[in-house]
């Protein structure tokens, strides 16, 4: 299994950025993979940012984020995408994009920095 995050930069704080995550070689069909958006900022622990379930679930987030993230798929061009805007300084991390179905698959991140 491939994961391949692109899309992250720098960008002012209030400013906005789409990660997009595109997989490949899985053995069964991407709709039935969950897939999530995780975040490490640079001292602390990978926190958990965004999830969909296979089979086209509602997307969940982190509370923390108040609504200003809103992550998709689409199962037909198997990739996920991660649309952040109102960035702010907090946001900055390496942005991880995981697959999961019976094990866990990771990407190997796009750095986000939110600075002025």
């Known amino acids: 299994v491939q994961l391949v995050e692109s899309g992250g930069g720098l960008v002012q704080p209030g400013g906005s950025l789409t990660l997009s995550c595109a997989a490949s070689?899985?053995?069964?069909?991407?709709?039935?993979?969950?897939m999530n958006w995780y975040r490490q900022a640079p001292g602390k622990e990978r926190e958990w940012v965004a999830g969909i379930s296979s089979r086209g679930g509602s997307p969940e987030y982190a509370d923390s984020l108040m609504g200003r993230f809103t992550m998709s798929r689409d199962d037909d061009k198997k990739t996920v995408s991660l649309q952040m805007r109102s960035l702010k300084s907090e946001d900055t991390a390496l942005y991880y994009c995981?697959?999961?179905?019976?094990?866990?698959?990771w990407g190997r991140g796009t750095q986000v920095t939110v600075s002025s």
């Open positions: 995981n697959m999961v179905r019976f094990k866990d698959y």
């Open positions: 070689g899985f053995a069964f069909a991407f709709s039935t993979y969950g």
